[in-house]
């Protein structure tokens, strides 16, 4: 009898104590750890004079939810200290309160590529967009691109409206560019990687799924948004264009990263 009951505390302890545990270490220790992925990204021979062009990709502050300005400021000095060329910001600066998007901006800004830092809209920033973000963006130095492109001498960056909370139009985007330059875009929501066949396309850069934000050993993401179930994370390739999604760097709907920590991705282009 005492046997039975002390099997059975044992296995409550367990059944209830491990997920505390799990959830314990990621609101404390894995939401603020800082994870640099380097990525190359293949290039065809005709656009090889982009070889060793570098990119840092951040996305999905969630900044009202994760609120961490110390941490947004040692990710800038992070990217800083990659000395890159471009920056990308893939979306989802709040979940829904516009307050936090001021201390955000007040950290990008510091960021110090050799290009540009741009920006596109995230399906959260289109469902509450404020007048704020565009002249925070702007003051900040951001270049926010909605179904647009910003060509330079061998290649042209565009940025497409969020799939699901605004209007996207890819085509209408390259239509005024060069034919002949390849193109690198951010788009919000990864699963938009399936509906252009535009060989200009060398690389969409995606955030939208956190990677999973709480992943299971072996198992992987427990929950993905809509639009970001085929490509949770990672590059994948389709003939010679590319897709980064990474797991960005804020928290949404639980303040916790378990298996899959805040995310720097530094992408360089190679012939
Ligand atoms: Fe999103």
Redesign the pocket.
């Known amino acids: 009898m005492i046997k039975s009951s002390r099997r059975d505390w044992i296995l409550r302890s367990i059944f209830f104590g491990t997920p505390l545990a799990c959830f314990g270490y990621g609101s404390l220790i894995e939401k603020h750890l800082i994870d640099v992925t380097r990525a190359d990204i293949p290039l065809k021979p005709e656009f090889g004079s982009l070889d060793g062009l570098k990119i840092a990709l951040m996305s999905?502050f969630h900044h009202d939810d994760f609120g961490d300005n110390a941490f947004i400021a040692r990710a800038v000095q992070t990217v800083n200290d990659e000395q890159v060329d471009l920056v990308m910001l893939a979306?989802?600066y709040i979940s829904d309160d516009r307050a936090a998007l001021e201390p955000l901006f007040n950290e990008l800004r510091h960021l110090r590529p050799g290009i540009g830092t741009f920006a596109v809209l995230?399906?959260?920033d289109r469902w509450h967009l404020h007048n704020s973000l565009f002249a925070l963006s702007e003051d900040a130095g951001v270049r926010l691109l909605i179904n647009e492109a910003v060509e330079y001498d061998n290649f042209i960056i565009s940025g497409i409206d969020?799939c699901?909370g605004g209007r996207p139009n890819l085509e209408v985007t390259l239509k005024p560019t060069h034919p002949d330059k390849p193109v690198i875009t951010g788009w919000?929501?990864p699963d938009t990687f399936d509906t252009y066949n535009d060989p200009r396309i060398i690389l969409q850069m995606s955030?939208?799924?956190h990677g999973g934000q709480v992943c299971a050993p072996a198992i992987g993401p427990i929950l993905l948004?809509q639009?970001?179930r085929k490509y949770p994370y990672g590059h994948y390739q389709q003939g010679d264009g590319s897709l980064f999604v990474t797991r960005g760097i804020g928290t949404m709907t639980i303040p916790t990263r378990f298996l899959c920590a805040p995310e720097l991705a530094i992408l360089t282009l190679k012939a």
């Open positions: 999905d979306g989802d995230g399906n959260h969020s699901w919000h929501e955030g939208h799924t948004p639009y970001g």
